[in-house]
């Protein structure tokens, strides 16, 4: 079945560290793929998202580029802050009509 | 502004009792969702609902119920049958794109912890 891989982490970095979350994903088709990042005690929000081969999703000074031939989306950030200390899911969809595929989530913590 | 609200946003219950926790969206949305997360866990999917008076059972619905009456609320019931219900509970809503491979991403409230003692 479909499935999302991210490293688990914890992930620790001093502030202005560059940060690079792995993420791959086992679907057929051609899904969606997304970040989403939740801070403490609160919902996830969406970072970014590419919807095909060779897109890149920024936001935020995050980045990420769509690669089917390597099947990965891996999360990028030149330069951490403090407020950058959250958890990270990685996800898939499909379609409107299918489940979204989440990972098991990557929590970061920026150290001054 | 347009979003999802869940309420309360802190709830207690004792063991044996059912508790129902609210969902309610002004986003237009036509699908929502139920997810469940535990400490250091990633999202595990309870129920969801692509249409008003449909709904699908998730990974892990056993002890759940949900109603789907209007489009703008989702109401989740914990019941006494579920043997783990301490949990943070995430409510989030999505646009059904039909017929397009448009995806839309999820909207996520900002959950409801529940302890059960």
């Known amino acids: 079945g479909d499935s999302v891989t991210q490293m688990e982490g914890p992930v620790t970095l001093s502030e202005e560290a560059f940060l690079t979350i792995n993420c791959t994903y086992t679907a057929t088709g051609y899904p969606s793929l997304f970040w989403y990042v939740q801070y403490p005690g609160e919902g996830l929000q969406l970072l970014l998202k590419?919807?095909?081969?060779?897109d890149k999703g920024s936001n935020k000074g995050f980045e990420a580029t769509y690669r089917k031939e390597t099947t990965s989306f891996h999360l990028e950030k030149g330069s951490v802050q403090v407020s950058d200390s959250a958890v990270y899911f990685c996800a898939l969809m499909k379609t409107s009509y299918d489940k979204v595929i989440f990972g098991p989530g990557t929590s970061l913590s920026v150290i001054p | 502004d347009g979003g999802i609200t869940q309420s309360p946003k802190y709830l207690f219950r004792k063991e044996g009792q059912n508790v129902t926790l609210s969902c309610e969206q002004n986003?237009?949305?036509?699908?929502m969702y139920w997810y469940r997360q535990d400490p250091g866990q990633g999202l595990r999917l309870i129920y969801y609902s692509q249409i008003v008076n449909d709904f699908q059972k998730g990974d892990i619905a056993e002890g759940y119920s949900v109603s789907r009456e209007k489009k703008e609320s989702f109401p989740l019931t914990v019941t006494s049958a579920q043997k783990n219900p301490t949990a943070f509970y995430l409510c989030?809503?999505?646009?059904?794109?039909?017929?397009?491979?448009?995806?839309?991403?999820?909207?996520f409230g900002n959950g409801t912890r529940l302890t059960v003692t």
């Open positions: 590419a919807t095909k081969a060779d």
């Open positions: 989030a809503s999505s646009i059904v794109f039909a017929g397009t491979r448009d995806n839309s991403p999820l909207h």
């Open positions: 986003l237009n949305h036509d699908a």
